[in-house]
Structure formats: C-alpha cells, structure tokens
C-alpha cells in the first residue's frame, strides 16, 4: 500500500464515452502527476500538479482532460478517446516537485 | 528520442549472484536519478536514488553508481533473492529546473532471478 489509491482498476469504454479516472494520495503530497505506460514504451509524463496548479502539460492532445479540487485529489476526465490510448495510466504523488514520487497500481484502460 | 535508456529488456540471474542493471541518459540537465521496481498488476515502487554531486549511494543489498561523464549508472543487487524478480525502471529530473517537473523513464528491464 503506497498511500496513492487509483479507480477504477480497470476500464473499457467505446470511443464516444466520456468516463473519469480518479487518483487520492494520503500522504500530505503537493505535487500529483499524470503518466501514461503504452505497451513496450517507457513510462511517459502526461500532467503534473502542484499545489492545485497545473505545472506541466506534456503535449497531451486535449480528449484527456485533468482537473485537481486540491492537493489530495487528481482526475483524468476522457473523452471521444482513440483505441491508441488503451494504456496503463498511473497516477504519482510527491512531498514537493521533482522529489521521490510515489505510485497508485494505475488504470488499465481500454477503448474499443 | 529516448533521454534515459535501458538497453536491456530482460536480465536473468542466479539467486545469491550479483544482479548488475544499467541505465544510460542523454540529457546533461538531469542531477538526479531513481530506480523504481514493479511487480505485475502493481504500481512502480521507489527504490533507491541517487544526486548527482554524489558517485554512490548504498541501501542494504542494493547499490546505485554514478558516472557522470559517461552519463551511466548502474543498479548492484547483492546477493539476489527470488523475490527481487520484478522489472526495474531507471528514471531521472532535473531537480534544479533543467527538465520537464515529472520524472523521465527508462523502457524497464525485466530481472529473473533464478533459483
């Protein structure tokens, strides 16, 4: 148990569903991050947060959509989603930026 | 263009032996790096990390080396035990503002340890 609690695990949707994906950590963090694991493809930053505020949009195309209520709290809102964005989507938190984050178990989404 | 590489996909060791995984960067921006494990159906787990105003760092059986002017490191288990069969992410920042505010991952490399 990392602190950082992903849902749902796992996802099926069609490309015209709008769906969420939720990530909470309890460890006191300020910085939240988004991160997109594709099949045979290294781990690759999508979104961060800190203190609320989005400090990092990695040229995410704009059917994924993050919103942060606070510093608890990390949502990935999808929309019209491609069967190329079937991935692991793995939600990290840490103490402050660039410190160690640390993982949910991730989302394995799929898009039929 | 890859910035942290893993050229290894898979690396299988003997249980007791030295399990040795590198990781090779291309930014010159990154001053520091992590190694992460994770198991199937898990989350990455931090590991051990590394500054890059040090050449070691030591915790338990593991140990991370740095060599700066080759732009390499390397994780040392030892000895290697069943339960460290896991795949093995090398990452890296740019703590003092020289990259993107998340971390940059290496492809993993799948270590088996044998019995």
């Known amino acids: 148990e990392t602190g950082v609690t992903q849902t749902p695990r796992h996802l099926v949707m069609g490309m015209t569903n709008k769906k969420s994906l939720k990530c909470e950590q309890h460890?006191?963090?300020?910085?939240m991050y988004w991160y997109k694991q594709s099949a045979k493809k290294p781990l690759e930053l999508m979104f961060v947060?800190?203190?609320?505020?989005?400090?990092e949009n990695n040229s995410v195309p704009s059917r994924f959509s993050p919103e942060c209520p606070n510093s608890s709290h990390l949502f990935l809102h999808l929309h019209t989603l491609q069967p190329e964005d079937s991935a692991l989507y793995l939600c990290?938190?840490?103490?402050?930026?660039?410190?160690?984050?640390?993982f949910g178990a991730g989302t394995r989404l799929s898009v039929l | 263009d890859q910035q942290v590489k893993q050229n290894s996909p898979s690396l299988s060791v003997q249980e007791g032996r030295i399990s040795i995984l590198n990781c090779d960067y291309t930014?010159?921006?990154?001053?520091?790096f992590l190694w992460y494990k994770k198991y199937p159906a898990e989350g990455p787990t931090f590991l051990i990390s590394?500054?890059?105003?040090?050449d070691k760092n030591e915790d338990g059986r593991f140990t991370v080396f740095l060599n700066k002017s080759a732009k390499h490191l390397s994780l040392h288990i030892v000895p290697s035990q069943p339960g460290d069969s896991a795949v093995y992410f090398c990452?890296?920042?740019?703590?003092?503002?020289?990259?993107?505010?998340?971390?940059?991952f290496g492809k993993g490399t799948h270590l088996i340890i044998q019995p």
């Open positions: 990290a938190s840490s103490q402050e930026l660039n410190a160690i984050q640390y």
């Open positions: 460890l006191g963090h300020n910085a």
């Open positions: 947060y800190n203190f609320k505020e989005q400090t």
């Open positions: 930014n010159s921006m990154f001053d520091y």
């Open positions: 590394i500054s890059s105003i040090k």
């Open positions: 990452a890296a920042s740019g703590r003092s503002g020289g990259g993107a505010d998340g971390l940059t």
